[in-house]
């Protein structure tokens, strides 16, 4: 055993985002406000550790000590990660100006609870999870609180902070368990000797409480309580991060986890499963009809969509796999460009965040609606935008497990979530605004917003693009 | 199976004696000459009883946190030096990479002036 | 030099997007007319570059598939498999229609140039122009039946826009009250009555991805030589498409809308719905002409179709007095036509009468534009008259293209209709009863052409003194005299044996309808003696049609007169068109709103679905109002919450 510059290369994304992180510090150490600087910089090491997810788009290997595993599927994910860190970065600028808070402490959050997610979908063991989710978790507290002064953002984060603990306690209780029963936290070990850890019941104990863990963090139900408060209160830009990558990150670990080695498909654990996705996907469905706040709606909406991601989970078939990958792709530019839009839409104290606010915005900006009635499609589920085909392939994963009725249940309640998704596009099409909508598109949230769009329709129209990259993984 | 423990229940008990004595003893040899503001609970003169929802300042919690920060270094350390030899060059890069790390946060801490009082 | 097929089709694309997204803020009508004309030229001049290549090829190594990207592929291996790739394929077929699309497409283009002149929309025509040539590109060049529908349904989506062009115009819809409807009605019910010929075309591509796995021409053609005739899946699918093309043809019973498409600015009549558009069912089959092989009976339903629509569609012809309603007339009777001959098997005597009736009808469309032109918007031909003295150029062209359609020697009709006429005499799968109507129609046809060029061009000034006629702009009157050299020699390209020709065009389309022939067992027939007896007839019918039109409408306009008088059941079911669109209106519009407005919508819809709906948001906010009362703000609530779900987790997973 030992490191070689291999490890270094084959994890250069990690690397690269990690450096980037660490110069900001010193950055931030060195000149007092200048987050401008910040924002470049961030901006630049996340596309370089694209670049470098890119290149190293191939085959998988054991890297650190057995620790951490690089190759297609981490660097699919990274990719997952890196656009949605862009997309907030490129959204926050101008959304942190207007709020008077913008400093460069931020960036270096984002950066480091990047780092934490690229660990997560990268690892090889129960400890590199654990330090992942750690790492992406308490960067996430600390930016939910980011507006030190506003007394929505310190609730936002100290629920988040006190239940966010509460999980990781039953997560490491979890490990331990396994740890205690296989005797080892290495994934591709405890993979081997399934078969006989699987009928012990302190290893299955340790499985369900690291399925609850991951479920608090994807935010399904009953572990989501925490999500409307925490979105809300949260300052919009982090919520977009938070629903985007926190739960791109959890269900790149699920998936790794549940799919990949302990592969219980059929059994009484994607059963289980399976009642998560459809409680997720009835209640948040339901819920989000009745509510009047934009931040909340979504927060809803996201408890849902992590419901239909996890009907992938529960198939577990190969179409399951591609279906949760792809969903991811397409909920991560359509939940951060939905937001990004809130956040443009949003005025200093919580102001403009109804959903009454959105009333006649054709009328005033109609570039702003037109891209967010294409997030509203895209999330309702209409094609030709790529929320369509995550729906497709996770309902059609549903069926061929034999899980017709889940596949029903998320159909229904797609149609359910179809109501108040497309009434925000008819309050902005066809009811006339109060003519104060107070949104500044500003260049850098309108890059973000846009490409958005643009991959959302791309991706729509030929789902094959990604599906093809998926297909590499497995 | 359980003999192994032997040992250690021996500790516990022998531990268990040590310190009860201890004080036994020094109740008896000592001299006692209380005051009131010896027989308060903290010498320092803080009143323990009081309301629980006091506003501590901020700098308590930078200083604990960040010693808590910087003692964890020691943790990992330790070992390290301890194998140093078989480690190798690999382990002292390793540990120089770490204590770089940690070093970044230190300045970040030093020029924000988290480690002034005032 | 086949791979440069992909560019035929994104350049009408490309010059959409520009004149799309900038065409409002160009302000010289003569750089939007040269982008959008510009673009369908450069488009043909690449299809002409492809068709000469191919000549110098052997015929069997004609057919090039060029493929583009694939577009939806997933499950690659297992049962739920799907895979489409656009890709082009350019054949015999393909190319033909590639290059009327273009060649015909581009002269309609500079001749909107003219005609367009001053419209507030000139930009948004030409982009909507521009689309249409892609789509309907994308019809004849698909490789796949799925891209060929994505056309079928883009030109349907263009042929709206552009119907209701003018769309706060007053227009006569048919089965709407005289003076309540707009062109936007017209638009609407071509719209619609398409949309049922669409479901007959996806019901058909499904049963072939059903049948055959696949949805590329390629493989399902294959299959298909594989099985034998009289197949029962064939015989669906085929009806579909014939569904399908019905629509799109404008065959009976879906013609209803073409009459009323006229709504649209003339040169859209000219492009959409007399040389390409409408012409796609007449494509689709020949394309699918193995599939149809393989169904006897569904041949027999389309030669009878269009047998039918032929004759009925010419009737009507005779008494119209909108010029253009004529023409929209005599095209529904002429690919009426042309489903005649692909009913009898003679596939490339049907792409044959397509290609010159492109020829003659853009030309008479086109004409009758000229004319309105100068008219000052009238349509009536009864208003009209005497104007070949002002519209010289026109007035010749228009005779050019009324000689031909009426199919006189030797003109571009003259040699397709023919073909159509002794197919359907001589082949198995013809009848003397089908010769014996086409050739009626033949007559009818000579006779309404010659009565409207007769009551427009000849004879006295019907017209008030404030119309002054005018000549058309070059742009206009250029177009007229290229389309009219076409319909004159445009037969030669299918001059038959019986004429010492050697058919060039059923040579060229030989290996494209190989398998179909092969499977029918059609046999190349010498030259017959009983040809040469028919055609004598046919032509002396048409002459026929042609002097009484000229003896009734110069000399004796009171044998109209007292024709109308004595036979006015007769005349009035003409003049209503049979009466099919109040037929239709009574049958199916009126019941189906009916139905709709008291069972769906007050029974159902009110009752049913409200009623769910309602209950449904009671529940809903009873369900809310409950989570509510959980969803407290407080962290110890969710925790609770939480602990709640471990417990039943771990019951699960330990109890279960």
């Known amino acids: 055993m030992s490191l070689n510059i291999a490890d270094f290369v084959s994890s250069s994304p990690l690397m690269a985002v990690t450096a980037t992180a660490l110069l900001l510090i010193l950055v931030e150490a060195s000149r007092k406000g200048r987050p401008g600087l910040s924002f470049t910089l961030s901006m630049a090491g996340l596309f370089a550790a694209s670049v470098f997810a890119v290149v190293n788009y191939s085959d998988e290997q054991i890297v650190f000590f057995g620790m951490l595993r690089q190759g297609w599927y981490a660097n699919f994910l990274n990719l997952v990660f890196l656009s949605a860190a862009m997309l907030t970065v490129l959204v926050s600028k101008p959304y942190l100006e207007r709020q008077g808070a913008h400093r460069g402490e931020y960036y270096i959050l984002i950066l480091f609870a990047t780092i934490g997610m690229m660990f997560m979908a990268g690892a090889n063991d129960l400890i590199v999870v654990f330090l992942g989710i750690e790492l992406m978790s308490l960067c996430l507290y600390v930016l939910a609180g980011f507006f030190r002064t506003k007394d929505t953002s310190n609730e936002s984060a100290l629920k988040y902070f006190l239940l966010g603990a509460f999980a990781t306690g039953f997560l490491l209780y979890g490990i331990t368990l396994i740890y205690g029963t296989a005797g080892t936290t290495n994934l591709e070990a405890i993979s081997k000797n399934l078969p006989t850890l699987s009928s012990q019941w302190m290893f299955m104990v340790g499985v369900g409480l690291l399925l609850t863990a991951f479920a608090f963090k994807v935010a399904a139900v009953p572990f989501h309580m925490w999500a409307p408060d925490v979105y809300e209160g949260a300052p919009t830009t982090v919520t977009a991060f938070m629903s985007t990558g926190a739960k791109a990150a959890a269900f790149a670990t699920f998936v790794l986890l549940f799919h990949q080695v302990f592969q219980f498909t059929g059994s009484k654990v994607n059963d289980l499963i399976a009642y998560i996705a459809a409680a997720s996907m009835v209640l948040g469905n339901v819920i989000a009809i009745a509510q009047a706040n934009i931040k909340r709606m979504l927060a809803y909406s996201s408890i849902a969509h992590a419901g239909y991601m996890l009907s992938g989970i529960a198939a577990g078939n190969s179409e399951g796999q591609t279906g949760i990958l792809f969903y991811l792709v397409a909920y991560t530019l359509m939940n951060v460009g939905a937001f990004g839009i809130v956040g443009l839409m949003e005025k200093v104290d919580d102001q403009n965040l109804q959903l009454d606010d959105y009333t006649g915005l054709s009328q005033q900006r109609p570039f702003l609606a037109a891209l967010m009635a294409i997030f509203m499609f895209s999330l309702a589920g209409v094609p030709p935008f790529a929320g369509f085909f995550g729906k497709y392939y996770v309902f059609l994963s549903a069926v061929k497990a034999d899980m017709t009725w889940l596949a029903v249940v998320g159909v229904m309640t797609s149609l359910v979530s179809a109501y108040y998704y497309l009434r925000i596009v008819v309050l902005m099409y066809f009811r006339d605004g109060k003519g104060d909508v107070a949104a500044q598109p500003a260049i850098p949230a309108l890059v973000a917003v846009t490409s958005s769009a643009i991959l959302l329709l791309q991706f729509g129209i030929f789902p094959s693009f990604i599906v093809n990259a998926v297909q590499k993984l497995f | ?118 | 030099m086949t791979s440069f097929a992909p560019y035929i089709v994104f350049l009408p694309f490309i010059g959409f997007l520009v004149l799309g997204l900038f065409g409002s803020r160009i302000k010289s009508e003569k750089l939007i007319g040269i982008i959008g004309s510009g673009v369908v030229g450069v488009s043909f001049a690449i299809a002409m570059a492809i068709f000469v290549q191919m000549v110098g090829e052997e015929p069997h190594a004609r057919k090039h598939v060029v493929e583009l990207f694939t577009w939806i592929s997933a499950f690659t291996g297992t049962a739920s498999s799907i895979h489409v790739v656009v890709a082009y394929q350019v054949d015999q077929l393909s190319i033909l229609m590639t290059l009327i699309v273009t060649g015909v497409g581009f002269l309609i283009h500079v001749y909107s140039i003219g005609y367009m002149h001053g419209d507030a929309g000139f930009w948004r025509f030409f982009a909507y122009l521009n689309l249409f040539i892609f789509a309907m590109l994308n019809l004849v060049l698909a490789d796949n039946f799925l891209l060929m529908f994505l056309g079928w349904e883009g030109v349907g989506l263009c042929s709206y826009l552009l119907i209701g062009f003018w769309y706060d115009r007053k227009f006569d819809v048919g089965g709407y009250a005289a003076g309540t409807a707009t062109t936007n009605d017209a638009a609407r019910k071509a719209f619609i009555v398409n949309r049922i010929g669409d479901f007959g075309f996806i019901l058909a591509m499904l049963l072939i991805f059903h049948t055959f796995g696949s949805l590329r021409f390629d493989s399902v053609f294959n299959g298909a030589e594989l099985m034998s005739i009289g197949n029962q899946a064939a015989f669906w699918i085929t009806l579909l498409l014939f569904v399908g093309a019905t629509g799109k043809s404008a065959q009976i019973p879906l013609f209803v809308w073409l009459p009323d498409a006229m709504a649209g600015p003339t040169p859209v009549s000219a492009l959409i719905h007399a040389a390409t558009m409408v012409t796609a069912g007449v494509y689709m089959v020949a394309r699918c002409s193995i599939l149809f092989a393989l169904a006897p009976t569904t041949l027999q339903v389309v030669a009878i179709i269009g047998a039918l629509t032929a004759i009925v569609a010419a009737s009507i012809g005779l008494v119209q007095n909108d010029i253009k309603k004529i023409l929209a007339y005599s095209t529904v009777s002429q690919l009426g036509y042309m489903f005649l001959a692909l009913g009898v098997a003679a596939f490339s005597a049907g792409i044959f009468h397509l290609t010159t009736h492109a020829f003659f009808k853009a030309l008479l469309f086109l004409g009758s534009g000229a004319v309105i032109h100068a008219m000052h918007d009238e349509q009536d031909i009864q208003k009209m008259g005497g104007l070949k003295k002002y519209l010289p150029t026109t007035y010749k062209t228009f005779l050019i293209g009324a000689i031909a359609i009426a199919g006189i020697f030797p003109f571009a009709g003259f040699f397709s209709k023919d073909e159509i006429l002794w197919k359907a005499f001589s082949s198995e799968h013809g009848s003397v009863v089908m010769w014996a109507i086409g050739v009626i129609g033949a007559g009818l046809t000579a006779f309404y052409m010659f009565r409207l060029v007769i009551l427009t061009f000849e004879g006295t000034f019907r017209f008030g003194e404030e119309v002054h006629p005018h000549e058309a702009p070059k742009t206009m009157t250029v177009p007229l005299i290229i389309l009219a050299f076409l319909s004159l020699v445009g037969g030669f390209i299918g001059v038959p044996k019986s004429f010492f020709g050697n058919n060039m065009i059923e040579h060229w389309l030989a290996p494209v309808f190989e398998p179909a022939s092969t499977k029918l067992l059609l046999i190349e027939e010498g030259v017959h003696a009983t040809e040469y007896v028919l055609m004598a007839l046919s032509l002396g019918i048409a002459a026929a049609g042609i002097y009484g039109a000229w003896k009734v409408y110069t000399k004796r306009p009171d044998i109209a007169e007292s024709l109308r008088n004595k036979y006015t059941k007769v005349y009035s079911l003409l003049l209503n068109k049979y009466f099919v669109d109040e037929v239709y209106d009574k049958t199916v519009v009126g019941p189906t709103v009916k139905l709709s407005e008291k069972l769906l919508w007050k029974g159902f819809d009110v009752a049913v679905i409200d009623g769910a709906l309602n209950g449904m948001a009671s529940l809903v906010s009873v369900t809310a109002l409950w989570f509510r009362k959980i969803q407290t703000g407080i962290a110890q609530t969710y925790a609770v919450v939480f602990v709640g779900g471990i417990v039943f987790v771990l019951a699960w997973l330990i109890l279960k």
Not at chain 2, 51 to 57: G, I
Not at chain 2, 72 to 100: D, H, N, R
Not at chain 2, 102 to 115: D, E, H, N, P, S
């Open chain 2, 1 to 118: 199976m359980i003999e192994q423990y032997y040992p250690i229940f021996v500790m516990i008990a022998g531990g268990v004696v040590f310190g009860v004595l201890m004080g036994k003893v020094n109740e008896f040899l000592g001299p006692s000459r209380p005051t009131e503001e010896k027989s308060s609970t903290y010498e320092s003169g803080m009143e323990p009883i009081k309301t629980a929802r006091e506003r501590f300042s901020i700098k308590f919690y930078m200083v604990a946190m960040l010693f808590i920060i910087f003692d964890i270094e020691v943790v990992f350390l330790y070992p390290w030096a301890v194998s140093y030899k078989q480690l190798g060059i690999q382990g002292f890069v390793t540990m120089f990479v770490f204590i770089a790390v940690l070093l970044v946060g230190y300045i970040y801490v030093w020029r924000k002036g988290a480690l002034e009082w005032d």
